[in-house]
């Protein structure tokens, strides 16, 4: 019964069209009342206490980091870099996409950033070059998603500060699957793009190559300096999302001079008002992530799946099914919240690294942001990339499903991130 309430009220009242913050906060009261324990010092406690974690300042930092990026058309310089490496190949655009996708990801931390600022920038580019609209902005959101995988991944903190698993171990751990899942599209797009006819840039100079190396290599020293900084124990996440903003500042003001007071000033503005929605979030489930505790909702959980649990490969099998559903119907951040502290507990009896856990969970989740009906990502495309949704459908399917096998292997195989994941850790 009280499973039941939990998924009626939430589900009852995001069918309503309430934002998903406040459906989290009905669905509290739903089961406080069923539990007997309404008050409303429950709510405003767990609001306070659920916005109130040091790991948490890291997020607006980064978003800040990535705002900033878009605003000093630092960006164009990242896509000229691709371009001078790999333009002369056939399909060079798509593989320019999916490596600045990448690099942007280890600069931002969102896909539907990242997806965006990219898409506004290359889908026209790619259309002039002979490609189609939708397969550029499809190639571009399916690329995008790998930055919940890859540090600085915003995802990986609020799973951390929830689950209490290491933010720093997560970010080490996300780094091959990162790195896989964009050689796999690239692969992928090298498969496709052998029959297409569209336009091949002239193969770049070694002088040429210098010049747009020079020009982009103050953006791309940033992801490597925060891996390194992490890595070696110099800074913690939120320190190295305090460094990253003063270094992109020095970007943006000193080497390249391209933003404006007014320019930092509406960065600002629009970080302010992206945090506000996530930090909102993080509140708004941490009511209800204290009342599934008190009803003992992960320990009925734990009893309903409790034939698995002896068998770990089985019990990933079934649990990322479960994801992979609720993904399609639910935006990543609120999937994250909501899921986290009901599959922990069961990941702990079951003996599988809740390191490896998270990467699978979070890459499982950002898979979610390119399926419909939600898929944000997918939104995103759309909008910067001014193509309908249903030509886009069409065209994402290959990448959406060379992703999904990605998935698989992970949880087929979990050394493709257990035996990285020790070595970068040091453990």
């Known amino acids: 019964m009280t499973v039941a309430i939990f998924i009626g009220s939430l589900c009852g009242a995001m069918a309503l069209g309430m934002p998903i913050a406040f459906a989290l906060l009905v669905c509290g009261m739903a089961l406080m009342l069923h539990l ?3 008050d409303p010092r429950i709510l405003t406690q767990n609001l306070i206490i659920g916005a109130d974690n040091f790991a948490l300042m890291a997020i607006p930092f980064f978003i800040l980091v990535g705002e900033l990026m878009n605003a000093g058309g630092i960006s164009k310089r990242i896509i000229n870099f691709g371009i001078a490496l790999v333009g002369h190949i056939r399909g060079g655009l798509g593989f320019v996409a999916i490596l600045t996708a990448f690099i942007f990801a280890g600069l931002s931390g969102s896909a539907i950033a990242d997806t965006a600022a990219l898409a506004a920038i290359m889908v026209p580019m790619m259309a002039d070059a002979g490609y189609t609209k939708s397969g550029s902005a499809a190639l571009i959101g399916a690329g995008s998603i790998v930055a919940p995988i ?24 996300g780094i091959v699957p990162g790195v896989v899942i964009a050689v796999s599209l690239a692969i992928a797009w090298g498969y496709m793009a052998r029959k297409r006819d569209v336009k091949v840039f002239p193969r770049k100079s070694f002088k040429e190559i210098l010049i747009a190396v020079k ?19 110099v800074v913690t996440p939120t320190e190295a999302a305090v460094g990253a903003v003063a270094y992109t500042l020095f970007l943006c003001f000193v080497v390249y001079r391209t933003v404006t007071v007014k320019q930092l000033w509406s960065a600002i503005i629009s970080t302010c008002e992206t945090t506000s929605v996530i930090l909102f979030l993080i509140a708004a489930a941490m009511v209800s992530s204290w009342l599934i505790a008190a009803a003992n909702i ?5 009893e309903m ?5 002896e068998n770990q490969l089985m019990l990933m099998v079934v649990i990322n099914i479960l994801v992979f559903v609720v993904g399609t119907a639910m935006d990543i951040t609120p999937t994250v919240l909501i899921l986290t502290p009901v599959l922990m507990p069961l990941i702990i009896k079951a003996g599988i690294d809740p390191v490896y856990f998270g990467v699978v969970f979070i890459l499982n989740n950002a898979i979610g942001l390119i399926t419909p009906p939600v898929g944000t990502v997918l939104n995103a495309a759309c909008g910067a990339g001014k193509v309908s949704m249903d030509d886009l459908m069409k065209d994402i399917m290959p990448y959406l499903l060379v992703e999904v096998v990605v998935l698989i292997l992970l949880i087929l195989f979990p ?6 994941m020790k070595y970068l850790i040091g453990g």
């Not at 992960?298 to 734990?302: G, K, R």
């Not at 050394?415 to 990285?420: A, F, G, Y």
Request: charged share 5%.
């Open 36 to 38: 007997g324990l309404f």
């Open 150 to 173: 890859l540090p600085p991944s915003i995802q990986f903190i609020i799973f951390g500060s929830i689950s209490g698993v290491s933010v720093m171990k997560l970010f080490m751990a």
């Open 215 to 233: 020009d982009a290599s103050w953006a791309l020293f940033l992801p490597i300096l925060i891996i390194v900084c992490i890595k070696g124990g």
């Open 298 to 302: 992960p320990q009925m959980v734990t």
């Open 305 to 309: 799946l409790s034939g698995y649990t």
């Open 415 to 420: 050394q493709i991130v257990l035996v990285p």
